[in-house]
């Protein structure tokens, strides 16, 4: 089994910056994709941001050119560097896991980021 912790959300102002971790820890040799998804109140969970261990990253069309992601595999871990944020970027982010054998999907609890003035 994986387990995924999140950190590092919380109240950020319009045009701000915020940076979410998230630490894999238990089987985590069978983790491939990883990343990132969110859900504001009312709709539905959406991906944001992924990475594949090769590197390759894919994004949502609404947060390209502003948020980023990156894997550190030595400590386990996968970042998402949220730059210029905005109103509608406020939802629960979600890290999220792949098992690359089965394709089981992974998921953490969430760590909610709000962006207002």
């Known amino acids: 089994q994986v387990q995924l912790v999140e950190s590092g959300g919380g109240l950020v102002q319009p045009g701000g910056s915020l940076r979410l971790s998230c630490v894999a820890s238990g089987s985590i040799f069978i983790i491939g994709a990883m990343g990132w998804y969110r859900q504001a109140p009312g709709k539905e969970r959406e991906l944001v941001a992924r990475i594949f261990s090769s590197g390759t990253t894919n994004y949502a069309d609404s947060v390209k050119g502003r948020l980023i992601i990156s894997r550190e595999n030595a400590k386990n871990a996968v970042y998402l560097q949220m730059n210029s944020l905005k109103p509608e970027d406020t939802a629960v982010y979600y890290c999220?896991?792949?098992?690359?054998?089965?394709?089981?999907?992974?998921w953490g609890k969430g760590t909610l980021v709000t962006v207002s003035s």
């Open positions: 999220h896991g792949r098992n690359k054998y089965n394709g089981m999907d992974y």
